[in-house]
């Protein structure tokens, strides 16, 4: 069992930055794929960033390349994402989750272990 907790959320201005952390337990969290996602009111949970277990490599939706950065501090069990410059349109609650292989995943079903969410809202 793996339990995944957000922090770092909050309320910010189009432009303005951010920085997520998911803190995780277990002990084999550095073969994990972490992966971000966001859900907006009435829409569906999409894909933001995914990062791989031991190689790191890295995978970004189009909407938040550029712009955001995912990355991960193994001896410490935590996965970070990089908001700049933020739009309104990135206005959600951002989720953490875990996936037990080390590929990098963008589906949400590919992942098994979920956070609470963290929201994030960005006012034009």
């Known amino acids: 069992q793996v339990q995944l907790v957000e922090s770092g959320g909050g309320s910010v201005q189009a432009g303005g930055s951010l920085r997520l952390s998911c803190a995780a337990s277990?002990?084999?969290?550095?073969?994990?794929?972490m992966g971000w996602f966001r859900q907006a009111p009435g829409k569906a949970r999409e894909f933001v960033a995914a990062?791989?277990?031991?190689?790191?490599?890295?995978d970004y939706a189009d909407s938040v390349k550029g712009r955001f950065t995912i990355s991960r501090d193994n001896a410490k069990n935590l996965v970070y994402l990089q908001m700049n410059s933020l739009r309104p349109e990135d206005t959600a609650v951002y989720y953490c989750?875990?996936?037990?292989?080390?590929?990098?995943?963008?589906?949400?079903?590919?992942?098994?272990?979920w956070g609470q969410g963290t929201q994030v809202t960005v006012s034009s």
């Open positions: 989750a875990a996936d037990q292989t080390s590929s990098i995943r963008r589906l949400t079903r590919e992942y098994l272990y």
């Open positions: 277990g002990r084999l969290f550095s073969t994990y794929t």
């Open positions: 990062i791989a277990g031991y190689r790191m490599s890295t």
